[in-house]
């Protein structure tokens, strides 16, 4: 009997004092897997993927957000780059999971999205910000301090700004004529807001409406007018590090009414009006998948927001130390412990300070394992930042003078390319066609092709294309040719050249372009600088090569002729370098169409700037038609100076065995 009780307890633990024990035992685990799963999203192994976007604000509350997720959850994070309208897209496919500073319906792309619940808006990062549009203070006010006197005392409104003395004052280089109205980047949701009220305000035809390519380069051009006490119109907002370390005067705009501005975010709106912007409504924008499946995350994002004294004076500061975001964040959550344990719940947030603890308390060298020991890193940044700060400010007038010299050749090479009618344009590149290979098939594929870049709409932006080109593609010529005789001829010229060259050709483009667009502003003269320096080395390795594989045969029985070294180089190795010449010329050409999208996000208008603001606001049409402008450009360049390059190959022949 006892036997059978025993058994039956073993064989049935669910009854009295075991039962009790076997229920605790699933409680205390199914409480633990809750405590677990508490980012049940990050415990799967998945990876949380925040929209890297490029505005000082947006990147700052990006990387604290990645903190907190990392440290307070255990979360796996990423930074994806892109634009706001791109990003805005991704969010609504759930490519990218947190949007962390999202300015609620000002796009199509997320109006469209939230009405079909793909996309849900979240707490609010900061409350109170502000845009318009600005200009500095000193415009309006004058600064004794730099010795500047207001140019415009009585500006305070944009209805002004159509007054002939304030088009002049705010005149665009490269449109005389015109003043220049710096608009946020392309593909940008203030982009085409801005764009529509320039046409509400009936400005479209007094300004032209100039679109940096990137966030980066619009900064770098407000901070460099500023710093040089330069006239400039622009569009801007805060909370921002611009906004708070640069004294800015808002213009006053006509009081926001709904109608007016649905119209004016609408991209299919007749925008007969313009109006100033409603009170700015920021959040978290995440994706609805997103937020059923990590509510723990959600409910931090609710109550994650910045004080906007607090936001600033960490833009300022990252900007003045030059840290990058997530140095900037760290350093944040250390300072405000007392701000982020309202966000978080008390076992989140015990987990994040714990981590920043761990972190303060551990030596440089154990926070950097199987990394460059930190005591012999050595940071060039801040020197060359301050160097070309220094350089801008003492130097930037003597900069601008130059760029405005250079601006005006391109402004004629514009000019002249538009007074020559289109059939004529073309009748030109078909005879430059039949004057390489005598070949009428190949004249009339040019002229058919140049017809078709008209067709597509685009030819305005192609002569735009071409003058960057031609001026960047001379330049490298003159420059190239004779740097690359000396470098065929002396051995001490070339040990310093060549590997210049290898610097010049393996440096990113990006580099030199900010220091380029600080020195000589916005537009085509940064642009075209950019781009020499990139074409510049194959015409100099080419023309060294060229003069280098003539006959030493040839060049003895010249010499035993008694001509002269400068005569052995003109009617001698010049002719017989023309092949690999021709050669540098082609590679300089394409090289040099090759950097008109990147060109374009310092302002050089063209067919690379269609390119970009096709790709950045989604519009794959506009960007195939500027892409096929550029290889129909491209194919017609390489074809005619290929041609000039094997006649030349044929006369060479020619002249050694004839």
């Known amino acids: 009997m006892a036997r059978a009780a025993v058994l039956s307890i073993g064989e049935n633990p669910w009854t009295?004092?075991?039962?009790?024990?076997?229920?605790?035992?699933?409680?205390?685990?199914?409480?633990?897997?809750?405590?677990?799963?508490?980012?049940?999203?990050?415990?799967?192994?998945?990876?949380?993927?925040?929209?890297?976007?490029?505005?000082?604000?947006?990147?700052?509350?990006?990387?604290?957000?990645?903190?907190?997720?990392?440290?307070?959850?255990?979360?796996?994070?990423?930074?994806?780059?892109?634009?706001?309208?791109?990003?805005?897209?991704?969010?609504?496919?759930?490519?990218?999971?947190?949007?962390?500073?999202?300015?609620?319906?000002?796009?199509?792309?997320?109006?469209?999205?939230?009405?079909?619940?793909?996309?849900?808006?979240?707490?609010?990062?900061?409350?109170?910000?502000?845009?318009?549009?600005?200009?500095?203070?000193?415009?309006?006010?004058?600064?004794?301090?730099?010795?500047?006197?207001?140019a415009a005392p009585g500006l305070a409104s944009v209805r002004q700004l159509a007054e002939p003395t304030y088009v002049n004052l705010f005149a665009d280089p490269e449109q005389p004529g015109r003043g220049r109205f710096l608009n946020c980047p392309s593909g940008w949701t203030c982009e085409g807001v801005n764009t529509a009220k320039l046409h509400g305000y009936g400005l479209d035809d007094h300004y032209v409406d100039f679109r940096p390519g990137t966030g980066p380069a619009m900064d770098a051009a407000i901070t460099s007018a500023y710093a040089q006490g330069q006239p400039l119109l622009f569009y801007y907002w805060s909370p921002s590090a611009i906004a708070g370390k640069l004294a800015l005067t808002r213009l006053a705009e006509p009081p926001y009414t709904k109608a007016c501005y649905d119209d004016l975010t609408s991209a299919n709106g007749p925008h007969r009006q313009g109006c100033a912007a409603p009170p700015a409504d920021v959040a978290y924008g995440v994706s609805s998948r997103f937020a059923a499946q990590a509510p723990e995350i959600i409910a931090v994002l609710r109550r994650m927001t910045f004080p906007l004294p607090v936001l600033n004076a960490n833009l300022v500061e990252?900007?003045?130390?030059?840290?990058?975001?997530?140095?900037?964040?760290?350093?944040?959550?250390?300072?405000?412990?007392?701000?982020?344990?309202?966000?978080?719940?008390?076992?989140?947030?015990?987990?994040?300070?714990?981590?920043l603890r761990t972190e303060a308390a551990a030596p440089a060298a154990a926070r950097s394992t199987d990394l460059f020991p930190q005591r012999f890193v050595i940071s060039i940044r801040r020197p060359v930042n301050d160097?070309?700060?220094?350089?801008?400010?003492?130097?930037?007038?003597?900069?601008?003078?130059?760029?405005?010299?250079?601006?005006?050749?391109?402004?004629?090479?514009?000019?002249?390319?538009?007074?020559?009618?289109?059939?004529?344009?073309?009748?030109?590149?078909?005879?430059?066609?039949?004057?390489?290979?005598?070949?009428?098939?190949?004249?009339?594929?040019?002229?058919?092709?140049?017809f078709a870049v008209g067709m597509l709409g685009l030819w305005d932006l192609m002569l735009q294309t071409l003058s960057l080109m031609l001026i960047s593609s001379i330049v490298s010529l003159l420059i190239g040719l004779p740097v690359g005789i000396v470098v065929a001829k002396f051995a001490a010229p070339r040990a310093i050249i060549l590997p210049t060259l290898d610097v010049m050709q393996t440096m990113p483009s990006f580099v030199y372009l900010i220091p380029a667009l600080m020195l000589f502003g916005l537009g085509k003269v940064p642009a075209i600088l950019?781009?020499?320096?990139?074409?510049?080395?194959?015409?100099?390795?080419?023309?060294?090569?060229?003069?280098?594989?003539?006959?030493?045969?040839?060049?003895?029985?010249?010499?035993?002729?008694?001509?002269?070294?400068?005569?052995?180089?003109?009617?001698?190795?010049?002719?017989?370098?023309?092949?690999?010449?021709?050669?540098?010329?082609n590679q300089t050409i394409m090289l040099a169409l090759s950097m008109v999208v990147v060109a374009s996000m310092i302002g050089a208008r063209g067919l690379g700037e269609q390119v970009l603001n096709g790709i950045q606001t989604l519009d794959v049409g506009k960007g195939l038609e500027a892409g096929v402008g550029i290889v129909i450009l491209a194919i017609v360049l390489d074809r005619i100076t290929q041609a000039f390059g094997v006649a030349g190959a044929a006369a060479g022949g020619k002249g050694r065995h004839g």
């Open 16 to 150: 009295g004092r075991a039962r009790a024990v076997w229920t605790l035992l699933i409680l205390l685990f199914g409480l633990g897997w809750s405590s677990a799963a508490r980012a049940d999203y990050c415990g799967s192994g998945r990876v949380v993927s925040l929209a890297g976007v490029n505005w000082e604000s947006g990147e700052f509350i990006t990387a604290v957000t990645r903190e907190v997720l990392e440290r307070g959850f255990g979360c796996r994070t990423e930074s994806v780059p892109g634009n706001s309208v791109t990003l805005e897209q991704a969010v609504a496919n759930d490519d990218v999971q947190i949007f962390a500073e999202e300015w609620v319906s000002r796009s199509d792309v997320w109006k469209t999205a939230a009405d079909k619940g793909l996309v849900a808006a979240v707490g609010h990062p900061f409350v109170g910000a502000v845009e318009g549009w600005y200009v500095p203070t000193y415009l309006v006010k004058g600064d004794p301090a730099r010795r500047i006197a207001p």
């Open 318 to 355: 990252r900007a003045e130390s030059q840290r990058d975001a997530r140095a900037q964040a760290v350093l944040f959550l250390q300072r405000n412990p007392e701000l982020w344990r309202t966000w978080a719940p008390p076992a989140t947030a015990a987990r994040i300070e714990a981590s």
């Open 387 to 450: 160097a070309v700060s220094a350089l801008v400010a003492d130097h930037g007038a003597a900069f601008r003078a130059a760029s405005h010299a250079i601006l005006g050749v391109i402004v004629a090479l514009d000019a002249g390319l538009r007074l020559i009618p289109w059939w004529l344009l073309i009748g030109l590149f078909a005879a430059l066609a039949w004057a390489g290979t005598r070949r009428p098939l190949l004249a009339i594929v040019v002229g058919g092709l140049m």
């Open 530 to 585: 950019a781009t020499i320096v990139y074409c510049l080395p194959p015409m100099i390795r080419l023309t060294a090569l060229g003069i280098g594989q003539v006959d030493p045969e040839i060049k003895e029985a010249a010499t035993a002729f008694g001509v002269s070294p400068l005569q052995l180089l003109l009617a001698v190795e010049l002719p017989l370098a023309r092949p690999s010449i021709m050669a540098g010329v």
